[in-house]
């Protein structure tokens, strides 16, 4: 969407290091569950990289550890250059690493305003901040539906609208890595195609996205690259196009595809 | 020019970044698929899980071309046989190596780097004279080719003459081969008179078998070409492993892909950087045939500080020698305890003898020398001829390569 240019989100200076996030050895669980074995990962700067993985492998945990919900037990996580792993949450929050978490979770009793006027709260003690306004507008060019409902409650939106204003609160932060769990959870299949596109549109705007989801196939069509996690380890790195030729995690995560199957039953 | 620039020019901690992300998973599936490398791993009592640097990789144990060999022909897959659409070998089948869609993706990347590191590009015109068959030399240097998009001649090994026709002809720009059948090449125009403007010849790729200064500078000469070594093995991936950039101070190792350690070949231990030792290599990306820590017998040693050409990917000297005693003929390996096991199945046993190998003029010959008692049946000759034409016979189309069979006195096996 090249018109869209102008309302691009910021993007951080080209002299930062050359991965946004770079975790290594990262363990982490719950008591004495360990969920995270030793993973180690990067993302370069406006890449989306997508983690995909069986219920329970652990990819919510990675997300939760990452923003500092759940504790690093050992490891390091360098965010920005900085190591981050004993961070508190809220500190991660405005140095500009932002979750947007499964199930949407935004202020139902609140307008659809004041739900994204929160999310600019991460930014406001940033040198470098802008006036919420202009941020708004921004996230208002990206979601024009958010804007229409702008006085709305947010709980009586759609879930695809729920879901598009809890990326537009992460985006009011104005964030240089974007976290999502999986945001096409719940959703009906043409809801979520669009919020594919929204991440689509989120990535040639130059954000950086790490994306958890598990419907594998359409979230490995918008990343560049992917991780496979099984019990807390990583198994595999590929780029997306690999991913979805490799016949073992096509098996193991994305089912059949069937339009795939039906273009070659009638190619033949 | 640089293929992929953003994999070959990284800074090092970034690389060693990628390395180690690779490495734990690549331990993961070998540990979690390949019944080999978990009891390995068990018997040490290393849990994969436990690696958290790239030295902590010093920990688990090396594997041998031997252990490839125990585990024929599909033991150390790590893959179920429907995902592997390929399947190679090394010479005499005893080692069998396999990939996915995947790796031979990855492959054609790696063997398109060190093409366009030796100087090849979409306009070049490539006359590949390595064996298309059960080895790996052909196949790689054509995905990788293909790949730069450059016009392929696939004129595989043989026939010098149609070789040369071709190279005059289809006005060949670069030519890949190994450094003997190269010389060869190079030798053969020269003895016809023909001019070396009567080539567009610019670059040769050599490979397969050791490349000394002699022959290179030959190679040069004869056929007004830049001619880059280029490194890899069949046990690791086939050709595509490290190459020489036209800058020709060592070999570039694909790092991303391949973790490489040199270490001394009696004790083990890591040799003190610089210093030669023998290449060891895992593999950070293979999917169908991950090797841990693969001992290649191949003597070398890594270069320090950067290249002229930009890229920040380790170099390697080219390999001399090697650890062991197996011979390079030809790019074929030849293993002298194999020349034994076909002697003794093709004659019962395996009467005294010698291999004798013959590097004149760069074109390598294997001889077997076969000691006989002194005969005084001279009405034997017939005999002695069948038995000749049947060791060469023999022993040719195990090896996969020409084998001469000379009778000697016994005598004179002894020097």
């Known amino acids: 969407m090249p018109e869209r240019k102008t309302n691009a989100l910021p993007v951080a200076p080209a002299a930062a290091p050359a991965h946004v996030l770079r975790l290594r050895n990262l363990e982490s669980g ?36 990452i923003v500092g919900l759940v504790r690093a037990q050992s490891g390091e996580i360098l965010f920005e250059g900085r190591n981050i792993t004993a961070a508190r949450t809220e500190a991660i929050a405005r140095s500009g690493c932002s979750l947007v978490p499964e199930g949407r979770q935004v202020f139902a009793p609140l307008t ?66 974007i976290l999502l769990d999986e945001p096409s959870m719940g959703l009906a299949p043409l809801v979520a195609k669009e919020i594919f596109s929204t991440i689509r549109r989120l990535r040639d705007e130059g954000n950086t996205v790490l994306l958890v989801e598990q419907n594998a196939r359409a979230a490995l069509k918008v990343a560049s690259r992917g991780y496979v996690l099984e019990n807390g380890r990583i198994m595999l790195e590929e780029t997306a196009e690999s991913l979805l030729a490799n016949r073992d995690v096509v098996r193991a995560y994305l089912g059949r595809d069937l339009d795939a199957e039906q273009a070659m039953d009638t190619g033949r | 020019m640089i293929h992929e620039p953003e994999r070959e020019c990284m800074a090092k901690d970034t690389l060693a970044a990628l390395q180690l992300e690779a490495l734990q998973a690549v331990l993961a599936r070998a540990y979690l698929h390949v019944p080999f490398y978990r009891k390995r791993f068990d018997e040490v009592r290393v849990d994969p899980d436990e690696v958290r640097s790239l030295d902590d990789l010093r920990r688990l144990p090396f594997t041998t071309r031997e252990d490839l060999q125990a585990n024929y022909p599909y033991g150390l897959f790590a893959v179920p046989l429907r995902e592997v659409v390929r399947i190679h070998a090394s010479t005499c089948m005893s080692v069998v190596v396999g990939y996915t869609r995947n790796d031979i993706k990855t492959w054609s990347e790696l063997m398109a780097r060190i093409l366009v590191a030796g100087g090849v590009s979409k306009d070049d015109v490539v006359q590949i004279a390595l064996g298309y068959n059960l080895s790996t030399g052909g196949f790689g240097v054509h995905y ?95 050709p595509g492993v490290a190459g020489e950039c036209v ?69 390697m000297a080219r390999v001399e020698r090697r650890s062991d005693d197996i011979l390079i003929v030809r790019g074929v390996k030849v293993d002298p305890r194999r020349v034994r096991e076909l002697f003794v199945e093709i004659e019962g ?29 001279l009405d034997e000759v017939k005999t002695q001829q069948e038995r000749l034409d049947r060791l060469r016979r023999g022993l040719s189309s195990e090896l996969g390569l020409t084998v001469s069979v000379r009778l000697v006195e016994p005598a004179s096996l002894v020097t």
């Open chain 2, 349 to 377: 046993h395996a009467s005294a003898h010698r291999i004798l190998v013959e590097r004149s003029g760069g074109m390598d010959s294997l001889t077997l020398l076969v000691g006989v008692e002194d005969s005084s049946d």
């Open chain 1, 112 to 177: 659809v305003r004041e739900n994204l006027l929160l999310g600019a709260t991460a930014q406001e003690r940033r040198e470098d901040r802008v006036p919420s306004e202009d941020q708004l507008a921004r996230v208002f060019a990206l979601f024009p539906r958010l804007e229409e409902r702008e006085e709305q409650l947010a709980g009586t939106l759609s879930g695809g609208e729920q879901q598009m204003l809890a990326l537009g609160r992460a985006l009011m932060a104005r964030p240089s890595l």
């Open chain 1, 30 to 65: 719950y008591g004495n569950l360990k969920v995270l074995r030793h993973v180690s990962l990067h993302i370069s700067r406006g890449e989306i990289v997508c983690i995909i993985g069986a219920n329970g492998a652990g990819k919510t945990t990675l997300l939760r550890t």
């Open chain 2, 247 to 315: 800058e020709r101070s060592g070999l570039h190792i694909n790092e991303d892909h391949f973790l490489v350690e040199v270490v001394d070949p009696k004790s083990l231990v890591p040799v003190p950087a610089g210093e030669p030792g023998e290449l060891v290599i895992t593999t950070l990306s293979k999917e169908a045939f991950p090797v841990i820590r693969f001992r290649t017998r191949d003597i070398t040693r890594l270069f320090p500080g950067t290249c002229a050409c930009g890229r920040t990917t380790v170099r």
């Open chain 2, 144 to 238: 990788g080719a293909e790949r730069i998009g450059a016009s392929v001649i696939p004129t595989s090994t043989g026939n010098t003459r149609r070789q040369l026709k071709i190279m005059r002809d289809f006005k060949t720009t670069a030519l890949v081969a190994t450094p003997g059948y190269a010389a060869h090449l190079s030798r053969t125009l020269h003895d016809q008179g023909t001019p070396r403007g009567a080539l567009s010849l610019r670059v040769a790729l050599l490979g397969g078998e050791p490349l000394s200064d002699l022959v290179r500078r030959e190679i040069q000469d004869r056929l007004g070409v830049i001619a880059t070594d280029n490194y890899g093995l069949s046990e690791v991936m086939g």
